[in-house]
């Protein structure tokens, strides 16, 4: 498939907004793929460092 300009490119045949919407939420969930562990090893260290510094001020 080829496109006379970008324009036409982003229209995709008049079903650019399903197919950039479509593109966009699989980007997104993706990207909550990669992050959300990041994030919860994350916690996951911080709250262990405080809990081993609690108890050893015991």
Do not use: D
Not at 2 to 23: K, Q
């Amino acid at each position: 498939m080829s496109f006379a300009s970008f324009s036409e490119f982003l229209a995709m045949g008049h079903h650019g907004l399903y197919v950039w919407t479509a593109y966009g939420i699989c980007l997104t969930v993706l990207v909550l793929n990669v992050v959300a562990p990041v994030v919860a090893r994350r916690r996951y260290l911080q709250q262990e460092a405080r809990r081993l510094r609690w108890e050893n001020q015991k």
